[in-house]
């Protein structure tokens, strides 16, 4: 049983479009990540939010906490190839180590020109 | 990138052979962690590590042991591994800074078990 539940896996798009990824939980969760990665490297923290109501925004891409701390989206807006990748969020349960993550299946974004 | 280089990059090898991945970091961080990553499952911790000698479980710890004897390495080791264990690796530090917590992932360990 996947813990964090990311949707949708696979989305394509064209240049300019927005778009928007879920990343869905039945636990709460201390603290989420965001996170992209390129093919052959690791993933790259984009974003880390804390507090319920969270909002954070990295120029296009805005990153939304749930109130109740369960789940987070990322929302890009105008879409630009250099966007493809895969993203993945991740959670921290508790007090745990913030190295100690779960993570959610990925999605893998293609934003054609 | 934290100064964090895996080793071997890629590796073919044969089920039952033993298998060792090296993790060096070079800023002396106390937390390292390893993870697995293949399709559909995101990554899943594997063994973590909170100082010299003191290690952990994970969630797919089961066929994997590791070890720490320096800070800056973080070795794992398949004892005799499987065609399950296939799969790309990666290993992470995490380090506090003063806007919280940051997770740097190594480039990454292709491994092939045929």
């Known amino acids: 049983t996947q813990l964090l539940e990311q949707s949708p896996q696979f989305l394509s798009i064209q240049e300019g479009e927005n778009l928007t990824v879920y990343c869905n939980s039945s636990s709460v969760f201390s603290s989420l990540q965001w996170y992209r990665q390129e093919p052959g490297e690791g993933p790259v923290l984009l974003v880390t939010v804390v507090t319920g109501g969270e909002v954070k925004k990295l120029k296009r891409l805005t990153f939304q906490f749930g109130d109740a701390r369960k789940d987070s989206s990322l929302h890009i807006t105008a879409a630009q190839p250099g966007d493809t990748g895969l993203y993945l969020c991740a959670g921290v349960i508790g007090g745990t180590s913030y190295g100690k993550l779960t993570f959610g299946q990925g999605t893998i974004l293609t934003v054609h020109p | 990138d934290a100064g964090i280089t895996q080793s071997p990059r890629h590796k073919v090898t044969e089920t039952g052979t033993p298998v060792t991945l090296r993790c060096h970091q070079t800023?002396?961080?106390?937390?390292m962690y390893w993870y697995r990553q293949d399709p559909g499952h995101g990554l899943r911790l594997i063994h973590y590590?909170?100082?010299?000698?003191?290690?952990d479980k994970g969630e797919v710890s089961d066929g994997y042991s590791v070890s720490r004897s320096k800070t800056e390495d973080f070795l794992l080791t398949l004892e005799s591994a499987t065609s399950s264990q296939t799969s790309v690796y990666f290993c992470?530090?995490?380090?506090?800074?003063?806007?919280?917590?940051?997770?740097?992932f190594g480039e990454g360990s292709c491994l092939t078990v045929v």
């Open positions: 590590s909170y100082g010299v000698k003191d290690t």
């Open positions: 800023e002396n961080h106390r937390y």
């Open positions: 992470a530090i995490s380090v506090r800074g003063c806007s919280g917590t940051a997770i740097y």
